[in-house]
């Protein structure tokens, strides 16, 4: 995938976003969420890792990285009638999409059939399926597709100026590839980033840029807040300003304004009040249950309780929840 030559949001009006005073920006994020989405839903997705550890790329903020000793022991891949359970639990609890991340650089042969299968069985559940698998290639997209999967989600994780801060394994140029194949495929996307990594305002604005200038941007846009882990590079760094993280959100929304903005990484050190903030900055996706991968996040009632002092209703499902023997699709 490639950016169009003429920006649709160039840097200087996304960082003028972002500099706008506060509740100024809210107002506008808040409008532009109503116009997008009057019913004010909140799309609950669970992630599931299927295959933990001994990754071999040195993204700095990973704890997965082999090459970094942060406790995270390198596991095979799940099996598939445990994958099938935490479907159906998270299912159970109300979400709406099951993803599964493997921590790989990109997907073997050997991988690629085990994952269809869990595509397949997922969706026939009733459930959108999504995966993040590393890098893929065209025909494994195609394979995915196939497969019956609905979302792929590989994120840009910052602005192409900042990025060799953080990763030298791979280019910036392989995670639009990677994308392209995902939209060569039919696959809708899932793509955002990482903020609080030490990059600056105009960098954070590179990042919101990038997504808001893919054609199209992407239908489901995580928003991460860096999680600390020792034992990474990251680690130690002066934690963002919540409402810098906020700012975030809000220029997601106004610069992407159909896609679902989601709270990912990093809710459980941000507190109610700092949520709350960010859903009226336009966030409605939240990934749901005791676990992100490695790193903690709030649990299921806790997330519930939250929505409800809100006033916030959940998305309904909106596939066939009658289980299926297959989904080949």
Same mark, same amino acid.
Request: glycine fraction near 8%; charge should be negative; include cysteine.
């Given at each position: ?141 195609? @394979?995915?597709?196939? &497969? #019956? /999967?609905?979302?792929?989600?590989? !994120? $840009?994780?910052?602005? %192409? =100026? ?38 600056? @305002?105009?960098?954070? &604005? #590179? /990042?919101?840029?990038?997504?808001? !200038? $893919?054609?199209?941007? %992407? =239908? ?110």
């Amino acid at each position: 995938m490639t950016l169009p030559k003429e920006a649709t949001w160039p840097l200087a009006d996304v960082l003028a976003l972002f500099e706008l005073p506060f509740n100024d920006l809210m107002f506008r994020a808040q409008t532009v969420h109503r116009a997008n989405f009057p019913a004010g839903d909140v799309e609950l997705a669970t992630l599931l890792s299927i295959k933990t550890g001994g990754c071999e790329e040195d993204c700095g903020y990973c704890p997965q990285a082999a090459r970094y000793d942060t406790g995270v022991e390198a596991k095979k891949i799940l099996g598939i009638d445990t994958v099938l359970d935490a479907a159906r639990q998270a299912k159970a609890n109300g979400a709406t999409r099951f993803c599964m991340g493997a921590a790989w650089r990109s997907p073997k042969e050997r991988d690629m059939e085990k994952v269809e299968e869990m595509v397949r069985e997922v969706k026939a559940l009733g459930l959108e399926t999504c995966a993040t698998l590393g890098m893929l290639e065209e025909g494994q997209a195609d @394979r995915l597709k196939k &497969a #019956g /999967l609905d979302f792929y989600n590989h !994120n $840009l994780d910052t602005a %192409p =100026e900042f990025y060799n801060n953080v990763i030298s394994t791979r280019e910036y140029q392989d995670r639009l590839d990677t994308l392209g194949h995902v939209r060569n495929a039919g696959l809708k996307v899932c793509c955002g980033g990482i903020v609080g990594m030490g990059e600056s @305002r105009a960098q954070r &604005a #590179g /990042l919101i840029a990038q997504l808001a !200038n $893919l054609n199209p941007y %992407p =239908e489901s846009v995580p928003v991460n807040h860096l999680v600390q882990v020792e034992g990474t590079p990251l680690h130690g760094l002066d934690p963002l300003d919540p409402f810098e993280f906020v700012r975030t959100i809000a220029v997601a929304r106004i610069t992407m304004p159909q896609a679902r903005v989601r709270l990912s990484a990093g809710r459980r050190q941000m507190g109610e009040a700092v949520q709350a903030m960010c859903f009226l900055a336009g966030a409605n996706s939240i990934f749901y249950g005791d676990k992100l991968l490695t790193t903690d996040n709030p649990e299921a009632e806790d997330d519930r309780a939250l929505l409800n002092k809100l006033g916030l209703q959940t998305r309904a499902a909106t596939l066939d929840s009658a289980p299926k023997a297959s989904c080949g699709g």
